[in-house]
């Protein structure tokens, strides 16, 4: 079973729209943490957030905000006012209390202009 | 400091030969680690180090995979007997840890493509 779920495989919007990327996790440790990623087409993975699972406050930073919902084992990443330069493959990822990493599969966004 | 680096970029091999890929961390970082990139797919995690000590290697595909760190700098990805299944993007990223947390933020390198022939 994945332990990283990302649901949406491509999504196109028109630039100024919002988007809405979704993640679902699987995990038995309480204590884990949550990332996104951003890979834009030079490759490079950047780093976006991270979030350990005793906070659940939502986070915004410019046009990107974080919906952390432990109920429904989620962490959903919007972006506002979508750019062209937005277009990229995000991924979600989880790390556990151990020593390993689970990336989805990602989620590729293009931004329309 | 210019990030992580990855040498080479590229490598093209014949099936049955071996491969080293190179990676250069970030010099304050003492947390590196490999993945395995394949099309379409999420970064796949293989193996972490902090400074020399290999400290989860469980997930190295296979026994023909071996990764060091013999300084606690550098760190070199092998691999024996390549495969065609082993075309890939090899990436490597490094951080330092923050707090409590297990893994922080990492910065990750351009990568080495590896096609087996």
């Known amino acids: 079973a994945q332990k990283v779920t990302q649901a949406q495989t491509e999504i196109s919007v028109v630039e100024k729209e919002d988007v809405t990327l979704d993640c679902v996790y699987e995990t038995r440790d309480t204590t884990y943490y949550l990332f996104w990623y951003k890979q834009p087409p030079s490759g490079e993975l950047v780093f976006l957030i991270r979030?350990?699972?005793?906070?659940?406050q939502n986070e915004i930073s410019g046009r990107y905000s974080w919906n952390f919902q432990k109920s429904t084992s989620s962490f959903n990443f919007t972006i506002t006012a979508s750019q062209v330069v937005d277009s990229a493959v995000y991924f979600c990822a989880l790390s556990e209390a151990g020593n390993q990493f689970y990336f989805g599969t990602g989620t590729s966004l293009t931004v329309i202009p | 400091d210019t990030g992580v680096s990855q040498d080479p970029r590229h490598k093209i091999t014949k099936r049955g030969q071996n491969v080293t890929f190179r990676c250069d961390p970030i010099?304050?970082?003492?947390?590196l680690y490999w993945y395995r990139q394949t099309l379409g797919q999420g970064p796949e995690f293989l193996t972490y180090?902090?400074?020399?000590?290999?400290?989860?290697k469980s997930r190295l595909l296979s026994d023909r995979f071996s990764a060091e760190r013999p300084k606690g700098s550098f760190s070199t990805l092998e691999i024996q007997r390549t495969e065609q299944g082993d075309s890939a993007m090899y990436l490597c990223?490094?951080?330092?840890?923050?707090?409590?947390?297990?893994?922080?933020?990492?910065?990750f390198g351009p990568g080495t493509r590896l096609t087996v022939l």
């Open positions: 990223a490094s951080s330092v840890p923050k707090g409590l947390a297990p893994h922080n933020e990492q910065f």
């Open positions: 979030r350990n699972s005793f906070d659940e």
């Open positions: 010099s304050e970082h003492n947390r």
């Open positions: 180090f902090q400074n020399e000590a290999q400290l989860e």
